[in-house]
């Protein structure tokens, strides 16, 4: 399912508020450009991710991150690019309560839900819980996912260059790069 022009407006308004609330100003342009992820699985408020970045280049990457109450950036991993190693990325969350999911020991029952109907799709469960002020660094080629919890989350992502077109994704139903439908 593509996302449609209606559906993204709104989304970058609920973002813009969001990242206001949290005390991060945006320009005008970085409100107009706000990424809206639903990674073609049609249920962005489940399954998508919000995204402002504020600088990529040949060495480095930061992007603001959102995440709606309960909304969940699906599994997967950053590979090996043009010789590199892959990103790596630091996750600080700024607010809100955001589970993140990473290769290694199951730490137990998860506190995150997997998205019904995607069981099949989330193989990592090992859990970090990230508060305001607490951060992860997530090594290259790391399966990762992870989950806002109830009131929604911020998050600063410092990383290696990203490029999101190589991210590799353990549902194969899942299209990284957006599709817009230009019907309201």
Request: hydrophobic letters at 30%; a neutral charge.
């Given at each position: 399912m593509d996302l449609?022009?209606?559906?993204?407006?709104?989304?970058?308004?609920?973002t813009a508020d969001i990242l206001?609330?949290?005390?991060?100003?945006?320009?005008p342009y970085e409100r107009e450009t706000i990424e809206i992820a639903d990674f073609g699985l049609g249920d962005l408020q489940r399954q998508g991710l919000e995204i402002v970045t504020c600088i990529n280049?040949?060495?480095?990457?930061?992007?603001?991150?959102?995440?709606?109450?309960?909304?969940?950036?699906?599994?997967?991993?950053?590979?090996?690019?043009?010789?590199?190693?892959?990103?790596?990325?630091?996750?600080?969350?700024r607010s809100g309560l955001v589970y993140l999911y990473v290769e290694g020991e199951n730490s137990g029952i998860i506190q995150a839900e997997v998205?019904?109907?995607?069981?099949?799709?989330?193989?990592v469960f090992r859990e970090i819980e990230l508060r305001p002020g607490?951060?992860?660094?997530?090594?290259?080629?790391?399966?990762?996912?992870?989950?806002a919890g109830e009131r929604g989350a911020v998050v600063s992502e410092f990383s290696s260059t990203?490029?999101?077109?190589?991210?590799?994704?353990?549902?194969?139903?899942?299209?990284?790069?957006?599709?817009?439908?230009?019907?309201i």
């Open positions: 449609k022009r209606s559906e993204i407006v709104a989304a970058r308004k609920r206001d609330r949290a005390g991060i100003a945006l320009t280049t040949d060495r480095y990457c930061a992007k603001e991150l959102v995440l709606f109450p309960g909304q969940t950036c699906p599994e997967h991993l950053h590979p090996p690019v043009d010789g590199g190693l892959g990103k790596m990325e630091t996750f600080r969350c998205p019904p109907g995607s069981e099949d799709y989330y193989t607490q951060q992860y660094t997530i090594p290259p080629g790391t399966k990762h996912w992870f989950q990203s490029r999101d077109e190589y991210d590799l994704f353990t549902d194969p139903n899942v299209r990284r790069i957006p599709i817009v439908d230009e019907a």
